[in-house]
Each structure stands twice: as structure tokens, then as C-alpha cells.
Nanobody
Framework: QVQLVESGGGLVQAGESLRLSCTAS????????MGWSRQAPGKEREFVAS????????IYASAVKGRFTISRDNAKNTVYLQMNSLKPEDTAVYVC?????WGQGTQVTVSS
């Protein structure tokens, strides 16, 4: 069983930054890739970013490429999502995932 706990969301103005964290339980964290997705009200969940087991390979959705950075600290069982130049359309619940397990999510709201 894997448990994921996200934090770091909040209300910011357009152009500001936030850093999200996702901490995983269990000893398998460092062996697998992880990802972030988001779901806005009334919309389907969409992929945001992913990172491989050692942090050497990352993938981003085109909507966030160049603004968001995913990273991980295997010693802390934590993956991060640094979000810069936030836009109102980034407003969503952000959820991390590992091995098919999902966290509860953290709300990000960007005002214009």
C-alpha cells in the first residue's frame, strides 16, 4: 500500500509562484517514476509532469512546459512541482501519483 500526501497549494495572483510537495509512504519510492496531474472544475483530469526514478528524465505537458519544474528528493520520499508564472487557467486540484496510487490533492487557485 502506498500513501501520498500533497501540500503547498493556495491562492495566488497571476504571475506568482507556488511549490507543491508530495510525500510518499513506503520503501519503494526511489525505484519508480512519479507524476503530477490536475483537474479543474468540470474538466477531465490532465497530465502535468512526470519524473523517472532517479530524477534524470522529466516530461511536461505543453501547457506548463517552461513554467513548471518537477523534481524529487528520494532521501525524503518527496516529489516537488515548482510552478512559476502562474496563470488563471492553472487553477485546479493538483494530484500526485505513484504506481497507480493517487493522493487527495491540493488546491491551487490563481486569480487574474
Amino acid at each position: 500500500q502506498v500513501q501520498l500526501v500533497e501540500s503547498g497549494g493556495g491562492l495566488v495572483q497571476a504571475g506568482e509562484s507556488l511549490r507543491l510537495s508530495c510525500t510518499a509512504s513506503g520503501r519503494t519510492f526511489s525505484r519508480f517514476g512519479m507524476g503530477w496531474s490536475r483537474q479543474a472544475p468540470g474538466k477531465e483530469r490532465e497530465f502535468v509532469a512526470s519524473i523517472n526514478y532517479n530524477g534524470m528524465s522529466t516530461i511536461y505537458a505543453s501547457a506548463v512546459k517552461g513554467r513548471f519544474t518537477i523534481s524529487r528528493d528520494n532521501a525524503k520520499n518527496t516529489v516537488y512541482l515548482q510552478m512559476n508564472s502562474l496563470k488563471p487557467e492553472d487553477t485546479a486540484v493538483y494530484v500526485c501519483n505513484l504506481l497507480g496510487f493517487w493522493g487527495q490533492g491540493t488546491q491551487v487557485t490563481v486569480s487574474s
